[in-house]
């Protein structure tokens, strides 16, 4: 997954590196200029010979650490911050990532991590992000800890943020038996008995779609259902069916689904249970920077991952649907490579 390359060691101390949890912050941008409190914060460090880095990245999960590589490899100065909750942590295995098929999301991170700590231009911190600003050389961040940081460009690789319905059993399920995605746990369920947690249009696209993988799908919309009448009868047609009971708990064994239990005190048998959850930003501070979002909530990127503020890039999760560590990885190294190029630009 990870080239080898370069391989002298860091200089920096090691420390645990645990995905960023950014913390609303009042004040948090504003204008060209940097507040006066962390702005002599980071003069003061700078006197003490704290030095400004080409780039810090906020996240440190698969998006960060692409990013990180590609910077370092590059030989530019890379601050990575990173304080530890990725969104796929109960996640038994990661698929359709070459090399790394059938890994823990884990494992996965663990050896990015010691390939990323070889190259001695990348520093990795572990702390929380609790406020940034504008500098007039970039960008500057704050940790909660009090530690400050200044760098030309900034990285966003914050993830996303899962709004998960009150269905006791769901958040225990959510990435083991509760799924978002067929095409990262399609096969592994395949055949078994399957529900669907959508209503509408949604619902139905969801359930054809997952009918690939299993001929046992119901399509379950917790409440009257939306569907047009042609949905539902191309539904009935492959043997789909829509259930309009209330969903009163999924029943699990160590995440793992057997039965789900309506409000009406019935329940059915199942195995797997997919559903699309609204989501909301990890961090506050690329809304807060003025970094547009889609209408879907991501955070508006051009093909090179830069947001609508100059110097400021974004990748991973926080920037599209496609939610794969391979697609993560491959937005990371784009950043990356695209922020090099334009440091070389501005300082050619």
Known sequence: MFCAGYRQKRNFPEAPFPAVFIRPADRLFSGARAHLPLARHLKSNTMKGEQLWDAII????????????????????????????????????????????????????????????????????????????????????????????????LVFATGIKDL???????????????????????????????????????????????????????????????????????????????????IAALEHQKGFIQNIHFTDGSRAPLRALYARVPFAQHSPLPAALGCERTPEGYIRTDSAQRTTVPGVFACGDNAGPMRTLANAVAQGTAAGMMMTKELIGEAF
């Open 164 to 246: 998960l319905p009150e269905i006791p059993g769901f958040a225990e399920c959510w990435g083991i038996s509760v799924l978002h995605c067929p095409f990262c746990h399609g096969f592994e369920v395949r055949g078994q008995k399957t529900g669907i947690l959508a209503n509408g249009a949604a619902g139905y696209e969801l359930a054809s779609l997952i009918s690939n993988w299993t001929g046992e799908v119901t399509l379950y919309t917790n409440g009257p259902s939306t569907l047009t009448p042609a949905q539902t009868a191309n539904l009935l047609r492959h043997r789909i069916h829509v259930i309009e009971a209330g």
């Open 58 to 153: 906020i996240g440190g999960s698969y998006a960060g650490l692409a990013a990180g590589m590609a910077l370092g490899r590059a030989l530019r100065k890379v601050l990575i911050i990173d304080s530890g909750h990725p969104c796929n942590q109960q996640t038994p295995q990661s698929h359709n990532f070459l090399t790394q098929d059938g890994k823990t999301p884990a494992e996965i991170r663990d050896s990015a991590r010691q390939q990323v700590r070889l190259y001695d231009t990348v520093r990795l911190l572990e702390g929380q992000v609790a406020a940034g600003q504008p500098t007039e050389e970039g960008f500057a961040v704050q940790l909660s800890s009090g530690a400050a940081f200044a760098a030309k460009k």
